[in-house]
């Protein structure tokens, strides 16, 4: 069962958890919440036989528009009221993809409708080549073409896909457990509508690891592409990595039933479920410890799950930096790249050096920002902005690299809240946010 209380869900959710923590059973509640394709087949869900039999009271907060809609509903309840509450709901609808529906779809097919159906399907569309490589990096295979279409035109269809590899012609009745699924699910957010919630249990099914983060990529891709809503169940470690924080929710079983949480860090989620940590892929060589302390705000900001993945190295100067990357791009595991102050940008044409945004140190970037956002830095960090202004006139005759020292000796604020409170300050700025937001993604393009 569900424990009280409330969940909200994005354009793309991830639900994760230990075993029989009950992740299966939210999607069932959604499910149960909104119509389904089992409506459309005119079948009874509410039986002593369904997936999840539901008792108790729901809502639903339907933010289509503004306010919200709510929608309450009670389980169980007859055929009758079901199909009433389904109609009140039009066009909202809800598909549900496990992998044990699949392979008895599948099985149902083959053995009562495929005689009975065209040998040819409709709706035939060859996918772009784009998509095509898509799924060549989930599943392993190239494919020289791949159609999808549907057989017959009635509540019942089902998916028909066929692809060209390796000089063979297979479809969903000779292509094994793994491909098929792949196909399955895309086939199903293709054909996903903004009206749509597509629930996922379990999409690593069958999958090899290397397939995992390709298949959800492709999976909030199309999300996207379609306006449908998804929401995935998954115990991968590489998905859950692959999705930002915000996006993932913890379900717990409790003595109430399962309990839903937001989740602040991945990487504190997968230990907790006794995860091993994500292995160094990238070296960063940077000028100093402030430069450092920089890059990893920038990563914990926007890319928060490959904070781990990442060793930031403080190089003791520029030369050594540069120095230290050219020879550990020699590695033929780990990524490897030197970031320099922007006040170095203009001293280096190499496409392999990478620069914190701004034209400076980045003391001198961040104590600018303090003395002119003085008042809002004042309130941060709970004192005034006068006294804020005679700590920073205080610190302008050390050496940069002591500037936050001797600004924390006159506030008594530790250095690292002056320098996150300046650093906060600093990316309100949408042109710094900007480069900074590009800066990582060049960072990371760099993993192996």
């Known amino acids: 069962m569900l424990a009280e209380g409330s969940i909200s869900f994005r354009r793309l959710t991830a639900l994760t958890g230990v075993h029989g923590a009950g992740k299966s059973y939210l999607l069932s509640a959604v499910a149960g919440g909104l119509p389904g394709w089992q409506v459309g087949g005119n079948l009874p869900i509410e039986s002593s036989q369904s997936e999840a039999e539901f008792s108790g009271e729901y809502s639903l907060a339907l933010r289509a528009g503004a306010p919200a809609e709510i929608v309450h509903f ?3 309840v007859t055929w009758k009221q079901r199909q009433e509450f389904d109609a009140s709901l039009h066009p909202l609808r809800a598909t549900r993809l496990t992998p044990y529906a699949a392979l008895d779809e599948l099985a149902y097919f083959t053995q009562n409708l495929s005689p009975a159906w065209p040998s040819v399907p409709g709706d035939l569309s060859n996918l772009k080549r784009s998509h095509v490589d898509a799924l060549r990096a989930i599943t392993g295979y190239s494919y ?4 999808y279409g549907q057989y017959g035109e009635r509540d019942e269809d089902f998916p028909y896909f066929r692809v060209e590899r390796d000089s063979r012609t297979l479809d969903a009745q000779t292509m094994s457990a793994s491909e098929f699924w792949v196909h399955w699910v895309i086939w199903h957010l293709r054909s996903a509508d903004e009206n ?8 690593e099914t069958f999958l090899a690891e ?7 990529d492709e999976i909030a891709r199309m999300a996207l592409e379609s306006g449908c809503q998804v929401i995935i169940a998954t115990h991968s470690a590489t998905m859950i990595r692959r999705i930002p924080a915000a996006l993932v929710r913890q379900v717990s079983s409790t003595a109430g039933g399962a309990l839903t949480s937001e989740v602040v860090s991945t990487e504190a989620l997968l230990r907790a479920l006794g995860r091993s940590p994500a292995p160094v892929s990238l070296l960063v060589f940077v000028e100093d410890e402030m430069a450092r302390t920089v890059v990893r705000f920038l990563l914990r900001r926007f890319a928060t799950d490959h904070v781990t993945q990442v060793d930031i190295i403080d190089s003791g100067g520029k030369d050594d930096a540069v120095r230290g990357a050219r020879i550990a791009r020699r590695s033929r595991q780990l990524g490897t790249v030197a970031v320099l102050d922007g006040d170095q940008r203009d001293l280096y044409d190499d496409e392999t050096i990478l620069f914190i945004p ?13 003395r002119s956002r003085g008042r809002d830095a004042g309130d941060r960090l709970g004192v005034t902005s006068s006294d804020l202004l005679i700590a920073i006139d205080a610190a302008r005759f050390v050496a940069h690299q002591r500037v936050f020292e001797v600004m924390s000796g006159a506030l008594d604020v530790p250095p690292a809240d002056l320098i996150r409170v300046a650093l906060t300050l600093w990316l309100e700025d949408d042109s710094i946010a900007t480069a900074a937001r590009r800066l990582v993604e060049q960072t990371l393009a760099l993993f192996p």
Request: net charge negative.
């Open 74 to 76: 009670s389980r169980p």
């Open 144 to 147: 020289e073409t791949v159609t």
């Open 196 to 203: 749509e919630v597509v629930l996922i249990d379990e999409p």
């Open 210 to 216: 290397p397939g995992h983060r390709p298949f959800v």
């Open 358 to 370: 701004g034209t400076s140190e980045p003391e001198a970037l961040l104590m600018d920002v303090l």
